[in-house]
């Protein structure tokens, strides 16, 4: 279409101009015009500049055809009412439009046999199940990697459309005064090695979510985790039958977004907890090390979950799982949670959450890896337990967060869990709460603190019975978007003597922790992992 216009745009010019310089005669424009066509047609079949298969190519066919069809008809009313005083030189031009008209002619057929070969194969690729051919994009088009649908082929990558890469490491190095025996700093979840240089995590998350607005409503995610937080989090034969089968799988699971009101978010999969105000990656936390009640309360869930949007400041979410760090069930039992999210204001952010099920299992733990059990299902256990458990474990779970200016953020955090091993089994009680503040100094540099107090009743978290406390400094330097130190100082104290010391049996009522952590992250996944 831009040739034709192009073409009768310089037509009706230079035309115009040759009868004003030849007294009105039109010959003399047609041999410009036969020129420019020749000159236009060459520079159109540079590869770089045509589209072949074009859908404008009837429509350029129908305007050339009529274009010359009138152009041809004028010129010869011209040539009937200009005196010929040279017949000979007249013949000439018209020789040489017709052959610029049989060159057009030539060359829209062969746009229209493309194009209907390309109309066969996209036909024919419909008829096989597959998606229809693509155009192909013009040269020098950059390829893009946004949150394109499933639809948007164009070539052999284009299913990783809208696919974020993204990594982690995260190591650290730290120091216990009370230089205890094995070099272990009891009560941490993943800052667990004194006076050892030591690697938290290695992790690759792998994410395509769902994107509404262009009509995707699936997605997937994959979180494969090595290091010390692995074997703390994922590695405990305590609820899990086989650990070693799922250890390296911190999340895997798949989304769909049901077309229903505001969209009903539905999980099936392995997820994080959402129980507690911490999280796995450091990146995203307040400070360095993890709080006591991160360490107490669920790690992850294997099951469904179901999130709504009640209202824009009102989530409910509904989880159907195993159990607590149950990639497999080992009682058969599934619990559940319900999970409010309320957000009054753009500053503030309230959760509340309660999850109830039995948590222990029905059948005797076997060592694994060990023999197999069956021919194909080797470490599950097939030995019941009698009698069998039947207590109940319930968690009020809630926190909040405030950020009450841009530079100043604050978190309180509560917790209440009873658990019950039988039904008529005295209770276990675990209560605590802390709070969290963070300050952005500079645009580089923050400050941090933790204070936090959880009473164990029945050793449910622990193993004793005790209270317990804890307080947390911890100082922030960002070297760039991707790379950041933490350096932290850390107290532990008990109403008993809990913490081991450099003499075997030896317990003190407090330890004390400096610790230098270094994170980096990069991959194209905004905001918090």
Do not use: C
């Amino acid at each position: 279409m831009e040739f034709m216009l192009y073409v009768l745009f310089h037509f009706m010019r230079e035309s115009s101009e040759a009868r004003r310089a030849n007294g009105n005669k039109a010959p003399e424009g047609w041999a410009v015009m036969a020129g420019r066509v020749r000159q236009i047609d060459s520079f159109r079949k540079q590869p770089s500049r045509i589209a072949a298969g074009s859908q404008k190519t009837k429509t350029v066919g129908l305007l050339a055809a009529l274009f010359f069809s009138v152009g041809i008809a004028s010129g010869q009313e011209e040539v009937r009412q200009a005196p010929m005083q040279n017949p000979a030189t007249a013949q000439r031009e018209l020789d040489e439009l017709r052959s610029v008209v049989a060159q057009l002619s030539a060359r829209i057929g062969t746009l229209e046999e493309q194009l209907r070969k390309k109309e066969a194969t996209e036909r024919s690729s419909l008829v096989a199940g597959g998606e229809p051919v693509q155009a192909a994009a013009p040269s020098g088009a950059a390829a893009t990697g946004g949150q394109g649908g499933a639809g948007n082929a164009g070539g052999p990558t284009d299913f990783l459309q809208g696919t974020t890469l993204n990594l982690t490491f995260d190591g650290y190095y730290a120091y216990n005064f009370n230089r205890p025996v094995g070099r272990v700093n009891l009560l941490r979840a993943y800052d667990v090695s004194s006076n050892s240089f030591s690697l938290n995590q290695a992790t690759v998350v792998l994410e395509r979510a769902p994107d509404t607005p262009v009509g995707r409503r699936f997605g997937a995610r994959l979180d494969l985790q090595y290091g010390q937080a692995t074997e703390a989090v994922q590695g405990s034969a305590a609820n899990e039958l086989r650990p070693q089968a799922y250890r390296p799988v911190f999340q895997a699971y798949g989304t769909y977004v049901a077309p229903l009101g505001s969209g009903l978010t539905l999980d099936f999969g392995k997820w994080a907890s959402s129980l507690g105000v911490e999280s796995n990656y450091t990146k995203d936390q307040i400070n360095y090390s993890r709080s006591y009640l991160f360490n107490f309360l669920p790690f992850y869930h294997m099951g469904v979950r179901a999130g709504y949007n009640l209202t824009p400041k009102v989530n409910l979410t509904y989880w159907l799982v195993n159990g607590i760090q149950q990639t497999e069930d080992f009682n058969g039992f599934k619990s559940q949670a319900f999970l409010f999210t309320l957000k009054p204001t753009s500053t503030i952010s309230w959760n509340l959450n309660y999850y109830f099920g039995q948590e222990q299992r029905d059948v005797v733990p076997v060592l694994n890896p060990g023999l197999p059990t069956g021919p194909t299902q080797p470490g599950l256990p097939t030995t019941p337990l009698t009698p069998t458990p039947n207590g109940r474990e319930h968690i009020f779970d809630s926190y909040l967060t405030w950020n009450a200016t841009p530079k100043l953020t604050l978190v309180a955090e509560g917790d209440y869990v009873v658990n019950r091993v039988f039904s008529n089994s005295a209770p276990a009680h675990v209560s605590g709460g802390g709070g969290y503040a963070r300050y952005q100094l500079t645009p580089k540099f923050a400050i941090a603190g933790r204070a936090e107090y959880l009473s164990d009743r029945g050793g449910l978290f622990s193993g004793a019975t005790q209270a317990l406390k804890e307080t947390t400094f911890t100082s922030e330097y960002k070297f760039a978007d991707g790379f950041l130190t933490r350096f932290e100082w850390r107290r532990d104290s008990s109403n008993q003597a809990f913490f081991l010391t450099d003499t075997p049996g030896k317990l003190k009522k407090e330890q004390n922790t400096a610790t230098v952590g270094l994170v980096w992250w990069w991959g194209q996944k905004q905001g918090a992992w």
